[in-house]
């Protein structure tokens, strides 16, 4: 296994359009959480899933985002209706469930609505 | 409240030196685990150590060590012997054992001079 990969790495998109990213975890770890990250700031966790049910969701997430884990395996995260302020790098992680297991992330995806 | 403090936007260092990374924590969950992650310039989270609650002992893993302070909430890294590659950003995180999510600070920009 060569780690937690995210597809595209980089996405360009213009106001409005819809795009959508894939994740795939590490094979055995049944966590997985999404991120996005802007200049200059820590990651701000966006949701999180054990196995295939979405357990947590921020508040700060607006409707227009979603996300799924049909089988428990990759995952997908898709914005609606793009807008200037969602350019960020989104993050992907993945874990084990205990307490001392730390994240893998992956290279992340860079998202540019313009 | 902020979950994770990172009060040192950026930091510069010696080569060869020790150099320590502040952050301190809010939880009033009594167990819980920090975390510190690495972040260069290429973008990837790179774990570096762990710190349980209940560990009575600082952590150590190579050249970090973390300073455990529990009574005054704070958990700084200390990098020794700094090298060139360790210029990134350094982000401490938290992870408490009622929630599911993993609480990041702003970060902290070392750079390691020659």
């Known amino acids: 296994d060569t780690g937690v990969s995210q597809d595209p790495r980089h996405k360009i998109t213009k106001r409005g359009q819809n795009v959508t990213f894939r994740c795939d975890p590490i094979s055995e770890h049944n966590r997985l959480y999404w991120y996005r990250q802007t200049l200059g700031q820590g990651p701000e966790f966006l949701t999180y899933f054990q196995n295939e049910a979405q357990l947590e969701k921020s508040r700060l997430l607006s409707d227009r985002f979603s996300a799924e884990r049909p089988k428990g395996s990759f995952s997908t995260l898709e914005i609606q209706r793009t807008e200037q302020g969602d350019s960020a790098m989104y993050l992907c992680?993945?874990?084990?469930?205990?307490?001392?297991?730390?994240?893998?992330f992956g290279p992340g995806t860079r998202l540019t609505v313009l | 409240a902020q979950k994770i403090t990172q009060t040192q936007p950026g930091m510069f260092v010696q080569e060869k030196e020790a150099v320590t990374l502040d952050c301190t924590y809010d939880?009033?969950?009594?167990?819980?685990?920090l975390f510190w992650y690495k972040q260069p310039s290429s973008g990837e989270m790179i774990f570096l150590i762990y710190q349980g609650s209940y560990d009575q002992q600082n952590a150590t893993e190579g050249r970090y060590s973390l300073n455990f302070q529990k009574a005054r909430k704070s958990a700084n890294l200390v990098i020794s012997a700094s090298q060139l590659g360790d210029s990134a950003m350094y982000f401490c995180a938290m992870r408490e054992n009622t929630g599911n999510q993993f609480y990041f600070g702003t970060g902290t920009s070392l750079t390691v001079i020659p």
């Open positions: 992680a993945s874990s084990l469930p205990y307490m001392n297991n730390e994240q893998f």
């Open positions: 939880t009033s969950d009594p167990s819980y685990g």
